[in-house]
């Protein structure tokens, strides 16, 4: 390795030497001390030979006495590239130039992009960002990044984390927001009302007056933990029943939990033959471009290869600068092959891929943390060639749902007034 860098610094010829008498022109080179080196005879008279550039001009006074005929083949070498720059001066300093300008210009900020926002709009994160130095134009190696990171959460309130991230000639600025409560506080009294249907099994009142125990059944809508709370009856005082009428402590934001069981129920039919189509692997990709309402294809098929096929569209736009998009897309367009299919199934397996997809219709409506208690499947009489499944769940889950109450004041007491003449 170290000999072909020794060699390529100082420079080589391949020459080709013909002649009767070889063996004495290379007994008389390697005698003067010229450097030869990868021999390679071609036939009789003929041979390849590689020497050092200076000891070429000794190699001819050698060649003269041995009557060998000497022709340069190849010249390698810096020397020789050297030649070739200085020949070639302006067009080696433009390419030496432009390849400058496109390192100076990688290290240039040239595109910004955020991601993970959904509540926050885009541009107040590129407004915070640019007054911390990221934007379009900065110079990558003045560019703070953890300190822009921290300026942006401290300016930006509904952020939990901000990352930035650069990549070539473009910096992403990843967020995410904060998770909010999934409904707004209510102001003044709230009452917990049952959610759903169900039949009381666990009652935990944090905040408030229950209103049911375990055991009641209940319907959606009803009061079951009250903000409005009374303090024991108040004697002197009796009601439209003659019992001492109670008095209003306070109006209070209710909280607890009722656990209740509630009931789903889900009813699917299933063919016992079931018919479709599924995707061969097969793709064909067709790719073009539109400007304005010309599309010309550039790249594959002109219509669907396929008999049967699903299409799917990706678009792609083209940017200038920042937000100015070219009025140029690059639609891209693949196609997969289907095949139909027909699967014949005995109906017990047609029941239990019914009962599978009920299950799933159950699922998606229960309530976080729910639990399933009991499971009961009928199969009712269905059409030729269906089955029929009806799933009918007990699940355990928290039905206490808020919502706003009427606030109740208390009564003013009538004060006495004297008046005089």
């Known amino acids: 390795m ?11 010829v391949k020459v080709r030497a013909t002649g009767t008498q070889l063996e004495k022109f290379i007994n008389l080179a390697v005698g003067r ?40 083949e190849e010249r ?23 390849v400058l300008i496109i390192c ?13 926002n959904e509540r926050v709009d885009k541009p107040t994160i590129l407004g915070m960002a640019a007054k911390h130095g990221v934007r379009v134009g900065t110079w990558k190696p003045l560019l703070d990044v953890r300190a822009a990171e921290r300026g942006i959460m401290q300016m930006v309130s509904d952020l939990e984390w901000v990352g930035i991230h650069a990549k070539g000639t473009r910096i992403t600025i990843e967020v995410q927001e904060k998770v909010l409560p999934k409904s707004l506080p209510i102001a003044g009294p709230v009452n917990i009302v049952a959610g759903k249907d169900g039949l009381v099994q666990r009652l935990l009142v944090l905040v408030g007056e229950g209103k049911v125990k375990e055991g009641d059944q209940v319907t959606k809508g009803q009061v079951l933990i009250s903000g ?40 699917v039919e299933e063919p016992v033959i079931r018919e479709g189509s599924l995707p061969t692997g097969k793709v064909a990709d067709q790719w073009r471009i539109k400007w304005g309402k010309q ?8 219509f669907n290869p396929f008999p049967a096929a699903k299409e799917e569209v990706y678009v792609r736009t083209t940017g200038l600068w920042r937000n100015l998009q070219m009025p140029v897309e690059i639609i891209k367009t693949e196609y997969h092959e289907l095949r139909p299919y027909r699967q ?12 599978g997809k009920a299950r799933q219709q159950i699922n998606a409506g229960l309530a976080p943390g729910g639990r399933v208690i009991r499971e009961m499947v009928e199969s009712p009489d269905a059409p030729p060639g269906m089955v029929r499944v009806k799933v009918a769940v007990e699940v355990l889950e928290d039905i206490a749902t808020p919502q706003p109450a009427a606030p109740v004041f208390k009564p003013q007491k009538e004060t006495g007034r004297t008046y005089r003449r």
């Open 344 to 355: 014949e199934r005995s109906p017990e397996e047609a029941v239990e891929g019914a009962r």
């Open 228 to 267: 409005v709370i009374y303090g024991p009856p108040v004697s002197g005082e009796p009601d439209k029943a003659g019992n001492g009428k109670a008095q209003l402590v306070e109006n209070v934001q209710a909280k607890g939990e009722v656990w209740s069981k509630v009931w789903y129920t889900a009813v």
């Open 295 to 302: 599309e010309i294809i550039l790249k594959g098929p002109r």
């Open 104 to 116: 100076l210009l990688s290290t240039v900020v040239w595109d910004v992009e955020v991601i993970g």
């Open 2 to 12: 170290l000999r072909n860098w020794w060699l390529f610094w100082l420079g080589y």
């Open 76 to 98: 390698s070498g810096f020397p020789f590239l050297w030649l070739a720059v200085r020949r070639y001066r302006s067009v080696c300093f433009g390419a030496l130039m432009f």
């Open 33 to 72: 001390g010229i450097p030869l080196f990868d021999l390679r005879r071609e036939s009789a008279g003929d041979m390849s030979i590689k020497v050092r550039l200076d000891g070429f001009r000794s190699l001819r006074h050698v060649a003269r006495k041995t009557h060998c005929h000497v022709k340069i």
